[in-house]
């Protein structure tokens, strides 16, 4: 189901501008050329998340569908989607442990050499590793959250019985 590939896309890249197109202005704002790079982060992760959460989706329609039609050229169209969904959250995974390993190696090192503009430059990484993780995470627990919401009965409104 393609559409749902494209709505993934379409739906991160929106909130990936106005997520990391917030946090650049936050940084301006502060001056700080650093909060202004988290931006830039920020908006990358969540175009990713938006179009592995949308692969996820058209994979599992396809895959149910061709189950239920007893297709195979749907079924292997899902089984590959989900396959290439799973596969770019574990590189994202990788890619983020490098660069958690790198930025805490430069604190540890430069400790021990007492070189402070590396302890700062690996503190900096972990934090930026960090927010930007942080928020990845945090927008697909949102998107679970949505699913499994419950519907708050409004005490505004008048029961109307007809006559």
Same mark, same amino acid.
């Given at each position: 189901? /393609?559409?749902?590939?494209?709505?993934?896309?379409?739906?991160?890249?929106?909130?990936? *501008?106005?997520?990391?197109?917030?946090?650049?202005?936050?940084?301006?704002? &502060?001056?700080?050329?650093? @909060?202004?790079?988290?931006?830039?982060?920020?908006?990358?992760?969540?175009?990713?998340?938006?179009? =592995?959460?949308?692969?996820?989706?058209?994979? =599992?329609?396809?895959? +149910?569908?061709?189950?239920?039609? *007893?297709?195979?050229?749907?079924?292997? +169209?899902?089984?590959? $989607?989900?396959? /290439?969904?799973? =596969?770019?959250? +574990?590189?994202?995974?990788?890619?983020? &442990? *490098?660069?958690?390993?790198?930025?805490?190696? $430069?604190?540890?090192?430069?400790?021990?050499?007492? $070189?402070?503009?590396?302890?700062?430059?690996?503190? *900096?990484?972990?934090?930026? +590793?960090?927010?930007?993780?942080?928020? &990845?995470?945090?927008?697909?627990?949102?998107? $679970?959250?949505?699913?499994?919401?419950?519907? @708050?009965?409004?005490?505004? @409104?008048?029961? @109307? =019985?007809?006559?």
């Amino acid at each position: 189901m /393609g559409f749902l590939k494209e709505l993934g896309q379409f739906a991160g890249e929106v909130t990936g *501008k106005v997520l990391g197109g917030t946090v650049r202005v936050a940084g301006e704002l &502060a001056g700080s050329p650093f @909060i202004k790079e988290n931006g830039n982060g920020v908006e990358k992760a969540t175009i990713n998340t938006g179009k =592995t959460v949308g692969q996820l989706a058209s994979g =599992t329609y396809d895959m +149910a569908s061709g189950v239920i039609r *007893k297709d195979n050229t749907a079924l292997d +169209a899902g089984l590959a $989607d989900i396959g /290439g969904a799973v =596969t770019n959250t +574990a590189r994202g995974v990788v890619v983020s &442990a *490098k660069y958690v390993y790198q930025g805490g190696k $430069d604190v540890v090192v430069g400790m021990k050499d007492e $070189d402070m503009e590396r302890v700062k430059l690996g503190a *900096k990484h972990l934090v930026a +590793a960090a927010a930007v993780t942080t928020l &990845a995470v945090g927008l697909v627990d949102a998107m $679970d959250g949505m699913e499994s919401a419950e519907l @708050i009965e409004n005490s505004n @409104i008048d029961d @109307i =019985t007809p006559h």
